[in-house]
């Protein structure tokens, strides 16, 4: 009998139709089906300024009833990964992460697959915060988001120099290359796949091509000797001139800044526009550094959060989502002494307290002007970086 009545009652289990996702445009509803969610960010935790951030929202998210669990991550692929893997194997429902940090090719991997919840970014209520014609905040590396990622900082490539051993820095590739002509060994770049490293290969490609248009769609599409040939051109005449002679190179941006500490190096960067404020604040570099951008620009995004398909906690992440956009979080963010990222929000919408919140934060003395750093340049296609990767290892990687 026992058996009967379990076999029945797996039978009934089994037709029993499949939870409806939460609706983004009805957020009452989306809010009381959070209460008492689980949320697993999958969101990269090399930085303990980050980490420190992300367990400050998790304390927001306790007061409107989510609890926020920090997944650390070495590289966003593991999260992508694990959600394939979840799909390939049937997993439609109650899957083990509920909301990614993702941009870039990562997030063109998981549209592509089909391995993303939405549309509901837009729907969010702090989204009306922003400005709907920032590009940066609706396309992600060309990728149109299309409501299935909810931005939340903005970053852009600055370079900063030492005022007391560099007055006046070079403010272009083909100017750098002049530069380092005559001050060999006195700048260097991360070795790709670094991220920094391969973002300085982007910015000169961008600086040097002679078609752009190119680098909106995929590289395949491309005439990709064409393209990145005054790139080579660039690369070959700046390696005998860097650091080391191009026979070795930093392993990141943090190994860039202790080199130009130890009077090594006189140029580095950062993708973080605050970077060098932050260096000042915490030691590491003298309040001599200054920073700035390449005259025609420098290459920006926005970081982005992602909901997979079959999220186990969605109206939570949503949530989460949400205060991520908030004014108080977006200040804190912007803050140089937690994190220094740009925000995401158009201040002219925001109440008179709110913009307090950010004519209140100290950018310190190497911080460049919202009015000086101009409009990010938009990232190439995902797919140029991937080969822009394989062939600068091909010509002058360095065995580790």
């Known amino acids: 009998m026992k058996t009967l009545l379990a076999s029945l009652a797996m039978t009934a289990a089994l037709a029993l139709p499949a939870l409806a996702d939460p609706d983004p445009t009805d957020w009452e509803a989306v809010t009381a089906e959070a209460q008492g969610q689980t949320v697993y960010w999958n969101a990269w935790g090399g930085s303990e300024p980050v980490n420190a ?13 989510v609890t926020l669990e920090h997944v650390k991550l070495s590289d ?21 992460i509920d909301l990614i940090w993702i941009n870039g090719e990562n997030f063109a991997a998981m549209k592509d697959q089909q391995l993303l919840f939405g549309p509901w970014a837009e729907a969010l209520p702090n989204r009306q915060l922003t400005n709907p014609s920032n590009a940066a905040l609706t396309s992600d590396f060309t990728v149109p988001t299309e409501g299935m990622e909810s931005p939340w900082g903005l970053a852009q490539l600055v370079f900063f120099h030492d005022s007391a051993r560099l007055s006046e820095p070079p403010r272009s590739m083909p100017t750098l290359l002049a530069w380092t002509q005559a001050n060999p060994g006195r700048f260097s770049y ?43 051109a ?34 580095a960067f950062e993708f973080n526009p605050n970077a060098a404020s932050n260096a000042i604040a915490n030691g590491e570099l ?3 550094v200054r920073s700035y951008v390449h005259e ?27 205060i991520l956009l908030s004014p108080e979080a977006q200040a804190r963010m ?12 158009d201040f002219d919408k925001l109440e008179a307290a709110d913009v307090q ?7 310190g003395p190497a911080a460049i002007a919202f009015d000086e750093i101009g409009a990010p340049l938009p990232e190439p296609h995902p797919s140029w970086m991937e080969k822009l990767e394989e062939d600068w290892a091909q010509r002058y990687g360095v065995a580790e």
């Open 234 to 267: 660039f690369l070959d005449a700046l390696t005998p001139n860097l650091w080391r002679q191009g026979k070795a190179y930093p392993q990141n941006a943090a190994r860039m800044i202790q080199l130009m500490a130890d009077n090594e190096i006189d140029i």
């Open 296 to 322: 025609g620009g420098t290459l920006g995004n926005a970081s982005f959060v992602a909901i997979p398909f079959n999220a186990n906690a969605k109206a939570g992440a949503m949530v989460v989502a949400d």
């Open 190 to 232: 991360p070795q790709p796949p670094d991220f920094m490293g391969s973002t300085f290969l982007k910015q000169a490609l961008i600086e040097l091509s002679p078609d752009m248009i190119a680098l909106e769609g995929p590289v395949e599409d491309a005439d990709y000797e064409a393209t990145t040939a005054p790139l080579w």
């Open 286 to 288: 003298p309040d001599t």
């Open 76 to 96: 966003t692929a593991e999260a992508v990964s694990r959600v394939l893997a979840e799909k390939s194997a049937g997993k439609d429902e109650g899957g083990g």
């Open 357 to 363: 919140r950010f004519d209140a934060i100290d950018y």
């Open 334 to 345: 912007a803050d140089p002494a937690m994190l220094g990222f740009g925000s995401v929000l």
């Open 53 to 65: 951030f992300i367990g400050w929202i998790g304390e927001k998210a306790a007061e409107q009833g």
